[in-house]
Nanobody, 117 residues
Framework: QVQVVESGGGLVQPGGSLSVSCTLS????????IYWDRQAPGQQRELVAG???????KFGEAAKGRFTILRNNAEKWVTLQMNRLNTEDAVTYYC???????????WGAGTQVTVSS
């Protein structure tokens, strides 16, 4: 069955950088758009970044100018590179895959980012 596995979360200092990765299996990776969302406690999930099948990208407002996203179709992973992290970034990040235009969608369980001095 489909598996979406995030990794790379952890502790970083304010202003530091961290990369989180998402590895997918059990699906045809090349035809799925891949997204990273995040969610703070008590808040709605928000889009962080997405990378489409044609490698075009989109970013949420909090990520613009600070984060980048890339995909490797041969190895079926996506990496979100996060820079200049602050306490507002210290939430859980979720990777998900969408078959355009209406699905199905598949979600990972999330990876936690902590920003602390």
């Amino acid at each position: 069955q489909v598996q979406v596995v995030e990794s790379g979360g952890g502790l970083v200092q304010p202003g530091g950088s961290l990369s989180v990765s998402c590895t997918l299996s059990g699906l045809n990776f090349n035809i799925y758009n891949i997204y990273w969302d995040r969610q703070a406690p008590g808040q709605q999930r928000e889009l962080v970044a997405g990378i489409m099948t044609d490698a075009t990208t989109k970013f949420g407002e909090a990520a613009k100018g600070r984060f980048t996203i890339l995909r490797n179709n041969a190895e079926k992973w996506v990496t979100l590179q996060m820079n200049r992290l602050n306490t507002e970034d210290a939430v859980t990040y979720y990777c998900w895959a969408k078959l355009f235009p209406v699905g199905p969608n598949y979600w990972g369980a999330g990876t936690q980012v902590t920003v602390s001095s």
